[in-house]
């Protein structure tokens, strides 16, 4: 199916709207009148900037309050509508889009707004254009897709028919009848189709429609649905994003259209009516990467921590630590900045990497050049929205190339003694991804389609300098778990610091261990553990221990969270975790604690 835009959803000029739209793969695009009146194209100029791109002009839009007035109004509509259908003949796009009337001069009558739109409709097929016509959830008499549709049943007029709108339909528990009820809807009269999601905001349509469409995908509609609903009437028109965000309209338009374009590969599969290769879901992680320009406040903590400098790679300055099952690479190449130690990448165990790979390619993921010697063991890599690189790979797994064959082994020595107390069991529980402002959705939907993992519940996290948002993304059996957190300022390297949780199966021992060695924990204040205390009850010493050491309290109805947290090493740190009895957050309700801690140590 062809697949479209409307300019409304990307930032900057018509110009710019519409490269980004056709580098991401677009078919089509709807114009929106306000782009064009800004626009110093004329209509034909972007008419050939269009042909050029390859992109067709599917929808023009929207055109207001039109039906169901008195007559004198009606005839200055006309009046108005002769305008734009001249100017869509100059454009060579040939459906407008009506939507129902919010004015209130339009009066409660089908009859009166299907006679008007039937004449519109006159002069519209003048101009060789059809008329698609949609309720908006709060237009005035006409608000739901069968109240449109019945209207434009009764008109009867070829050039006459629906356009349905998912916000419009989804935002509202729809019509007497159910969505099914589309179906009776002949596919030819569904002139257009347009698609967005929303997060499930209990607040006016409006302001709700103008500030919170999202992709499909990255709300909580059911889009997927809907879509079937529609195709089963025979529709074979654009699937087309029309997306009000004041995100969108602020970030940069090409890789809003990507993430647009991916949203509507990934709802065309859940839909059936794509396939796309199938996901290969990571069942571990492999590693973390460290980039930074100096190693020594590194390599102090992961040793601290209990972590062992066991190899090296053989052409790159990358060392990797291990400790148990968790691995943490330490990378002092080029891609070093000057400004501290940062998380740029994760090793992903995948059942098939190359599977992996050919996934994220088709669903617009940049495969990343490899950047190795001719002798390396193959490894798959993508890079996640926001430049975090993936690699899709393989520890000690048969048939599969191991990630370690380009390491070469270091000697213990003196300096890096195998710690003795090393526990068993050690791994990674989770790594916090926090994201640019303006791709958390893009980022949860990614690692949802891309990866196949699952998103759980968002959830509001207050840092002293502002809201964070965090939602994680996990696989089946919870062995790898990304929380991804949104919401810093620009420039605050507090709340966007990374983290990696190790799980261990005793944290009260680990987080003694460390300090002994002489790591510094985060220090928690008593006012923390006043409160705990009155929210639990503990046994015996139990909070002592916490309050001495710093270590965090959380229960869900599954089982108790118990952690700590290290200092900061530039724009990372790490976390402590024990998880009993199913535990299955990452300690949420903790979170402002630790980020108004980090700020004060800071
Ligand atoms: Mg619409
Ligand atoms: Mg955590």
Not at 110 to 125: F, K, T, V, W
Not at 370 to 396: K, W
Not at 473 to 489: E, I, M, Y
């Amino acid at each position: 199916m062809r697949t479209s835009i409307a300019t409304v959803s990307l930032s900057g000029s018509l110009t710019e709207k519409l490269t980004a739209a056709a580098r991401a793969g677009f078919d089509g695009v709807e114009i929106f009148e306000n782009d064009l009146l800004t626009s110093p194209l004329t209509p034909e100029e972007i008419r050939a900037r269009c042909a050029d791109l390859g992109l067709g002009i599917e929808l023009y839009q929207p055109m207001r309050d039109i039906e169901a007035v008195p007559a004198e109004v009606f005839a200055r509509n006309l009046r108005r509508a002769r305008h734009k259908f001249a100017l869509m003949e100059r454009l060579g796009a040939d459906t407008v889009l009506v939507c129902s009337s919010v004015s209130p001069l339009a009066t409660d009558d089908d009859g009166l707004a299907a006679g008007q739109l039937s004449e519109l409709a006159d002069l519209a097929r003048d101009f060789g254009i059809r008329v698609a016509y949609e309720a908006l959830a709060w237009g005035r008499h006409v608000s739901t897709w069968d109240h449109a549709w019945r209207i434009v049943e009764a008109a009867g007029h070829p050039a006459l028919g629906t356009c349905l709108d998912s916000f419009h339909i989804l935002s509202r528990s729809s019509g007497p009848k159910g969505l099914e009820g589309i179906e009776d809807i002949p596919g030819e009269k569904i002139f257009f189709l347009q698609l967005a999601d929303a997060p499930l905001l209990g607040m006016d349509v409006l302001q709700w429609s103008r500030h919170h469409r999202c992709f499909p995908g990255q709300g909580g509609f059911d889009i997927a649905g809907l879509v079937k609903h529609v195709l089963r009437t025979g529709y074979d028109g654009p699937l087309s994003l029309e997306v009000f965000n004041d995100v969108f309209r602020q970030a940069e338009a090409g890789p809003t259209a990507v993430d647009a374009r991916r949203s509507l590969l990934i709802l065309q599969e859940e839909a059936g009516i794509r396939a796309l290769p199938a996901p290969a879901s990571p069942t571990g992680v492999a590693f973390a990467e460290l980039v930074t320009h100096d190693a020594e406040p590194v390599a102090a903590l992961l040793t601290g921590l209990g972590f062992v400098r066991t190899a090296r790679h053989r052409g790159k300055p990358v060392e990797l630590w291990e400790q148990g099952e968790a691995r943490v690479l330490v990378n002092t190449g080029p891609a070093a900045r000057r400004d501290g130690t940062t998380l740029t990448a994760i090793g992903l165990e995948s059942p098939d990497p190359a599977a992996a790979a050919r996934r994220a390619e088709a669903l617009l993921a940049p495969v990343l050049p490899r950047r190795r010697a001719a002798e390396d063991a193959p490894l798959d890599a993508v890079a996640a929205p926001d430049g975090t690189e993936l690699f899709l790979c393989a520890t000690n797994r048969p048939g599969l190339p191991d990630w370690r064959a380009d390491f070469v082994d270091v000697p213990h020595t003196p300096a890096a003694p195998a710690a003795p107390h090393a526990p068993v069991g050690v791994r990674i529980d989770h790594v916090a991804l926090t994201q640019p402002w303006h791709q958390f959705d893009e980022a949860v939907l990614f690692h949802r389609g891309v990866l196949g993992l699952d998103a759980q519940e968002s959830v509001d996290v207050a840092d002293p300098y502002g809201l964070l948002r965090s939602r994680a993304v996990t696989n089946a059996d919870g062995s790898v778990r990304f929380p991804l957190t949104v919401g810093a300022a620009p420039g605050d390297d507090t709340a966007q610091a990374r983290h990696i949780a190790l799980a261990t199966a005793d944290v009260v021992a680990a987080a003694r261990r460390f300090t002994e060695a002489g790591g510094r924990l985060l220090p928690v204040p008593a006012n923390y553990y006043d409160d705990l205390e009155a929210r639990f009850e503990f046994a015996e010493g139990e909070l002592e221990t916490y309050r001495e050491l710093g270590i965090l309290y959380d229960r869900d109805a599954h089982g108790v969270f118990r952690h700590c947290y290290t200092h900061t090493v530039g724009r990372v740190f790490f976390e402590l975790v024990q998880r009993d009895g199913g535990y299955r957050g990452y300690g949420a309700v903790n979170a402002p604690v630790r980020l108004a801690a980090q700020h004060t140590a800071r």
